[in-house]
Structures are given as C-alpha cells and as structure tokens.
C-alpha cells in the first residue's frame, strides 16, 4: 500500500479547506437540515396525538436524523449491494422509511409512540422530502447529479487502492484521458421532430452541441420494419435480417415470438451473436433489447436478470433518498399528470387519440424509473472506464405512443431526456475515460388515427372476413394445434390465419402450411383474401411472392419489386423513394409473412393507421417512423456513405470506434468496413 508524502497530504488538505468547497459543502448541509426540518414540522403538526411541535425540539430531531442517516445508509447500502437484483430493489424502497422510523423512535422528546404510527409518520416525511427537494431544485436534475458524482468519485478511489494507491485520500481523482464512446438511444424520435425541438430552443444541451459546432446532426433511413428490436439487431449486432416485425410466427417451430418478452429475446439472442457486436471489445450494455456482445449486460432484456451484487450504480441507486424513492414519489406525480393530460384531451376534443388508462398509466412513471435507473449505471461504468457504453432511453416513445409525436406531452419527455443528456456530459471530468457522446434513435414515429377508429373493424376482423374457403378446405375446427408446443408452457391454439400486427405493418401467416407460399396456393385456399385486402380503403400494400418474386399490390394497380414494373397505379408512390428497396430487403428477412401489410398513407397529412390502438406508430411505412436521427462529433466523418438501414449504423459506430482505437480488427471487420479511417485527436470535450 502507497504511503503519501507529507507535501501531497498538505496539498489534500489545503484543497479540502479550499473556500469553495467549503462553500459548497455549507450549502448542501444546509439545504439538506431545511429540507428535513420542514418536512419533520409539517409531518409532526399533522399527526394526531403528538405533545409539541416546538421548533427547539425539531431542530434537535433534524440533528438526530442526520446522526441515524450517517450510521444506518451505509449499512443500508452494505445491504443493498450484497442482495443484488429484486432484493436491491425491495430493501431500496423501504430503506429511507427505515432510517427515518429508527430517528423518530429515538427521539428524547417522545413525541410518537408506537411502531405503526412511527412507521406512517416517516413514510410521510420521506414522501414529502423528495416532493420538496425537486421543488427546491426546481424541477432540475442537480441534486441526481450530485448523487451520481458521489457515487463515481467512491468508485474510482477504490479503484486507486486495488490498484495500490493510498488507503485513505482527499483528492478527486483525475479526469481519464483515454478515449471512451457512450451512445445514447433516445427511442422513437425522428431526426424531424429532434430538428424542430432544437430549432423551438426546447432542447439546450443537444441545442448548444449543435450551434457551437461540436456536433453535427444528421437522419438515417430505418427501413422495415422499423421497430426497436429489428434496429438493435442492426446497430448492435449488424443482423436486423434476423428480424421481421415486433413480433411474428415461425412455421417451422409453431411459435408466436415477441422480441420485448424476455424468453423470447433469449432465443432470438443467439442468432444475431458471431463475436462482431457493436460492444464485444468490453463494452456494456444497458437497458437494450440485445446485447450486441457486450462484456457487461446490465437490464438487457435478452438476459432477462435485474443488476447483480457487482453493480454498484443500481445499489446506490436504490439506497440514495435522491434516487428510487425520489422516482417512485415522482412517478405517483406522473401518474396525476398523465391522468389530466388525457382528461384535456377529451375535453378539447384533439384528434386522433386513443386511450391512455389501463397498462399505460403504470409504464409512464415506469418508463421514468428506467431512466434514471439508466443514467445512473451510465455513471458506474464511465467511472469503471468501460471504453464503450450503449443504452436506451425510451420515455418519449412510450408517451408518444399514446399522445401522439408532436403532441406536448411527448415533447416534455424529450426536453427530460435532453436533460438527462446535460447530466451525463457534466459528469464527463469525474470520468476515468475522455467520453465522446453520440445520440441517435432507432426509428421515429408516425401519426394518425387507428384503422379500428377509421373502419369500424379491426385488421383480423377484415381479414376473417375475406377468408372465405371452400367448406371441404375449411378447418374442422376454428383453431388448429399443429403448433410445436413449449412443455414447461400450456398449449396455445394456433389460428389458421394468423395476423401479427406491429404498428401499421402486419404480417398474415397461413398457419396449416410449413412453407411460405405464392400467391396462387393461397388464392387457392382463400379466393377473395388478397384482393379484397388489397382493395380495403386501410390498406395501401399487400405484398405477396408471385412467379417467384415479391409483388405489391395496391388498390389500383401493382408493382413487381425485383425490376420495378408496374402495372395501373403505381402502389409505392405514397411511400417515398426508398419503399422498394425496403419492401425487397424485409422480403428477405427471416419468418416473413406469407402476406405482408402496409397501412395506407395519407398524402397530405403523412398519417398512417396503425393495426394496434396507437396513436403514435412505428413498425412499417409512411410519415416519420422511418426517419431516424444520429448526432456525432462535428469532426467525426461518416464513412459508410448514407446511412440506409440499421446495420449501416452499426458498420458506422464501428468505424467511430476504431478511429478512438477501441476496436481490435479482425479479417471479418475488414471484410465489413474495408477502408478504416484514420485515428484522429480525442478531443475532451463531449
């Protein structure tokens, strides 16, 4: 163990005692016995049965409650980190309760009496100091922020004395200088909603980065289907082939798989790893759907586990009183928000809406949760000096689902994640690497009015009612159970034909035939299914194998995909210049229907219809869901040309990374990206 010299010790000291910090550390102590007094006076004053609430006698509990907080958090976060996961998560929740419970117990003055009052005394004063704490911060992220640096300063000291620093310090530990990359997903926003957020000066972080010239902003084309798990397959993994829709049928095995359900995403998983991943060279995963063959997964739902004793990030997390506890208060405080919001939308009358009760009231405050969860490993790992760091953050495509995409509530979502985008590039100098920043999305959003709410009828209901066979080729039952069933999950029946929706795409299975068929075998078995799909006023594609090649069909006229002939109305039109291409390279995805769907597109307004009760969409074709946005340092060329589909992104990140020297190369990488640029300066500026 290092022993420092004295004249090191006095520099220690004399930094310590510096005015500033002293000011600082004044200021925080302060904040912290107003806070805690006023909470304690309130929550005494309104209980009943307590003898006084003299300001003397709070001021020693104010006192008492530091006191107790210095000797039980530590032990609490002991705790916390030594049961990991869901445990982590139970003791967090009830650990600010506990220390404030065992305060008031204490309490010379016995003013309460009693374990059940005690209990709904400190519960209430916990309650009301994370209210007031935000207020006092005024709506800002500083007092998360001050957590976090007090969590990566603890980290990287340990760091120091493993390594054989001294066992006891003073000084902050230096900025790194090695070069480090986070990549930070903002879910769902379009590179033209991002635009005109930045130009409204709703957005100061990404707005200052873009006017001072550090960044550049610039879109990318998604592609179909343009949804989260297939972009992830693509950027992480440069595999998005792998993935036809959000979710979709499998003839050969008889298994509906959804890519956001954990078993699932762990079966997909393996097919898209072949040691390339975007994160192989020991980066991390966080919040992801795939793992993109990161030495760290942390909430990556392919892994299907909560962070473990070794994540020291979400043990803090949960013990800090400015972390779980400040989400969960403020989250209940979502929930009235969100339940007032869609109350005003009624009342005004704001087309197109759906519902916005049910499931949705609980991921809003959850979807905040994550990210804040989110941020806070970020923090971890940036002080563990992971080279590498991929993570999404997905509150604005969960509210603008349901709001809409330009809709204000979804805005507000994104001026948070902007924030959060200021708090990770002030944590930058407590790093123990030089981080650049890169921003991007995995696909926009679309909006418009559902085709329930434009037809009357959902797309299965349609679709049953063009299939019309023939009695002697009908099912002697309404479901069949040709499906390959799980032995460890009860049977599900498989419908003949089978509509997997996914936004305003949708894939239509012929579920009694093991291969994919052309259209004249399902003419065959059901005459009127194509054109009367192809024929409805909601559906503007229908794309179909004929004569061995990918047909789109449309309600006045059809093109062949491979060469581009078309007869009658061209179908495409609507789409935009890349909707052939994307249609021929989803026709080469894996597990592609036998039919594929396409809502129709408006023309002026570029609103689709999506299959699902969604106001905001993504999945398919038509408006923003395919304009993806990507932010990067200003001096970073983009080398893959543009950026068509998601695994052009990947082969990007990748050349980002070896131009910071974080990618060992290999033949395969050569094969991938044949021109590596050249190395440039690191700046340390995000």
């Not at 300001?55 to 030594?82: E, Y």
């Not at 991002?194 to 550090?214: C, E």
């Not at 299914?529 to 006045?556: K, M, N, Q, T």
Request: aromatic letters at 6%; a neutral charge; hydrophobic letters at 45%.
């Amino acid at each position: 163990m290092a022993v420092q010299p004295p004249r090191k010790r006095r520099t220690e000291l004399r930094g310590l005692v510096a005015w500033p910090r002293v000011l600082d550390r004044a200021k925080a102590v302060l904040r912290n016995g107003l806070i805690t007094f006023v909470v304690l006076f309130f929550t005494l004053w309104l209980m009943p049965g307590v003898r006084s609430t003299d300001v003397i006698g709070t001021l020693g509990l104010v006192i008492l409650v530091s006191v107790v907080g210095a000797v039980l958090r530590p032990l609490l976060l002991f705790g916390v980190t030594a049961l990991g996961g869901w445990g982590a998560m139970l003791l967090g929740v009830v650990a600010q309760v506990i220390v404030m419970a065992v305060a008031l117990e204490l309490d010379p003055s016995k003013r309460l009496s009693g374990w059940p009052t005690v209990g709904v005394a400190a519960f209430c004063a916990v309650v009301g100091a994370a209210i007031l704490d935000w207020m006092v911060d005024s709506g800002t992220e500083d007092t998360f922020m001050k957590e976090a640096r007090r969590l990566m300063r603890a980290i990287r000291r340990r760091q120091a004395r493993q390594a054989g620093g001294s066992l006891f310090t003073l000084r902050r530990p230096e900025p790194g200088t090695e070069p480090g990359l986070l990549m930070i997903q903002l879910d769902g926003v379009s590179e033209p909603v991002l635009r005109w957020a930045v130009r409204a000066g709703n957005l100061p972080t990404l707005g200052r980065w873009l006017r001072t010239g550090t960044h550049a902003m610039r879109g990318w084309h998604t592609g179909i289907p343009s949804t989260t798990p297939a972009s992830q397959a693509g950027i992480l993994h440069g595999a998005s082939r792998q993935i036809p829709a959000f979710r979709w049928y499998e003839k050969e095995t008889g298994k509906l798989l959804v890519s956001n359900r954990p078993r699932d995403a762990a079966v997909i998983q393996p097919r898209l790893s072949d040691g390339r991943g975007l994160l192989r060279d020991g980066g991390v995963s966080i919040g992801n759907a795939f793992n993109g063959d990161a030495a760290i997964n942390l909430l990556t739902v392919s892994s299907a586990a909560l962070p473990g004793r070794s994540a020291r990030g979400w043990a803090a997390f949960m013990a800090s009183p400015f972390g779980f506890t400040r989400a969960l208060v403020l989250g209940v405080g979502e929930v009235a928000v969100e339940l007032y919001q869609a109350r005003l939308q009624r009342r005004r009358n704001l087309l197109p809406r759906v519902s916005r009760s049910g499931a949705f009231l609980a991921l809003r405050p959850a979807a905040m949760l994550l990210r804040d969860v989110n941020v806070s490993l970020i923090a971890e790992q940036m002080a563990r000096g992971a080279p590498a760091v991929y993570c999404d953050l997905v509150d604005y495509d969960e509210v603008a689902h349901h709001a809409g995409p330009a809709r204000p509530e979804s805005m507000r979502q994104l001026e948070n994640l902007d924030r959060m985008l200021g708090v990770l590039e002030r944590l930058g100098p407590e790093a123990a690497r030089a981080y650049r920043i890169v921003v991007l999305s995995d696909h926009g959003q679309s909006q418009g009015a559902t085709f329930r709410q434009r037809h009357g009828e959902t797309l299965d209901q349609a679709v049953e009612r063009f299939a019309v066979p023939d009695q002697a080729d009908a099912p002697a039952s309404a479901a069949e159970q040709e499906a390959t069933e799980e032995p460890e999950f009860p049977p599900s029946p498989v419908a003949p034909l089978l509509v997997v929706s996914s936004g305003n795409l949708s894939l239509v299975y012929l579920t009694r035939f093991k291969e994919r068929l052309e259209k004249d075998r399902i003419d065959r078995a059901y005459p009127q299914l194509v054109a009367g799909l192809a024929g409805h006023p909601g559906v503007g594609l229908v794309v179909v194998r004929e004569d061995g090649a990918p047909v789109a069909y449309g309600p006045g006229g059809r093109q062949r995909l491979t060469d581009g002939e078309v007869e009658g109305i061209d179908p495409l039109l609507p789409y935009g210049p890349h909707a052939r291409a994307d249609l021929l390279r989803h026709q080469e995805a894996e597990h592609v229907g036998d039919l594929v769907l396409i809502s129709k597109v408006d023309p002026v307004t570029d609103e689709v219809a999506a299959f699902e009760e969604l106001v905001g969409s993504h999945g398919g074709l038509g408006g923003w869901q395919t304009d993806a946005m990507l932010v990067h340092p200003a001096e970073w060329q983009i080398t893959q040309g543009e950026l068509i589909g998601p695994d052009a992104v990947h082969r990007q990140l990748v050349d980002w990374l070896a131009l910071l020297g974080l990618r060992t190369q290999s033949p395969a990488d050569d094969e991938l990206s044949p021109a590596a640029p050249a190395r440039l300066p690191v700046s340390l500026d995000s």
